[in-house]
């Protein structure tokens, strides 16, 4: 079955660069998405990445796709403290149905030191 | 504006009580799902329904019902028979492939927090 795996933490300085890692199994996923999650919050889209493409850049994230090692990392420049979430990793799947089927990671802590 | 609702937002339950989890959607999507989240294990997926009146069981559906009635509603109820059911539990929707969105995004509502006492 599908598995997606990323640290469980990364502590970073305010200004730093974060990155954050995840290797998921499944290489038929069409998108693999990162999502936000604030504390005692839902979780929030931040990014995808279409399987066909290496790197994709918005504003201060850029996600980097490497298909042949089924590696998948995002990028935050410039880290903020309003940064500090839990941020989800995950790869999709179609059902037999047409609906779509997210398989998560446990998630990564990113703390921002001010 | 258009969104996932779920409630309540806290809840307290005592052992051998069932509760159910309120979800409503007005995006007009096909697809929702029930995810629960432990602190270090992510989220699992606890039921999900492609289409009214029908819904499948997902990673760890014992201990947990749904019904789809209506498109906008997929309520989720906790029973006695689950042995550990406080968690952060979270509500989903998706558009069906093909009916206007590409990428499979998933809305999250903002969560209900079930402590049983």
């Known amino acids: 079955g599908e598995d997606v795996e990323q640290s469980l933490f990364l502590s970073v300085r305010e200004g730093d660069s974060s990155v954050i890692n995840c290797t998921y199994t499944?290489?038929?996923?069409?998108?693999l998405y990162w999502y936000k999650q604030e504390p005692g919050a839902g979780l929030q889209l931040l990014t995808y990445?279409?399987?066909?493409?290496d790197m994709k850049q918005d504003q201060r994230l850029t996600v980097l796709l490497n298909k042949k090692d089924k590696h998948l990392s995002l990028r935050i420049a410039d880290t903020q403290t309003g940064d500090s979430a839990i941020y989800f990793c995950?790869?999709?799947?179609?059902?037999?149905?047409?609906?779509?089927?997210?398989?998560f990671g446990k998630g990564t802590k990113l703390s921002v030191i001010p | 504006d258009g969104g996932i609702t779920q409630s309540p937002k806290y809840l307290f339950r005592k052992e051998g009580q069932n509760v159910t989890l309120s979800c409503e959607q007005n995006l007009n999507h096909d697809a929702m799902y029930w995810y629960r989240q432990d602190p270090g294990q992510g989220l699992r997926l606890i039921y999900y329904s492609q289409i009214v009146n029908d819904f499948q069981k997902g990673d760890i559906a014992e201990g947990y019902s749904v019904s789809r009635e209506k498109k906008e509603s997929f309520p989720l109820t906790v029973t006695s028979a689950q042995k550990n059911p406080t968690a952060f539990y979270l509500c989903?929707?998706?558009?069906?492939?093909?009916?206007?969105?590409?990428?499979?995004?998933?809305?999250f509502g903002e969560g209900s927090r079930l402590t049983v006492l």
């Open positions: 499944d290489s038929s996923s069409t998108y």
């Open positions: 989903a929707s998706s558009i069906k492939r093909g009916q206007g969105s590409i990428t499979g995004e998933l809305f």
């Open positions: 995950a790869e999709s799947a179609v059902t037999g149905a047409g609906s779509y089927q997210l398989t």
């Open positions: 990445i279409f399987s066909n493409m």
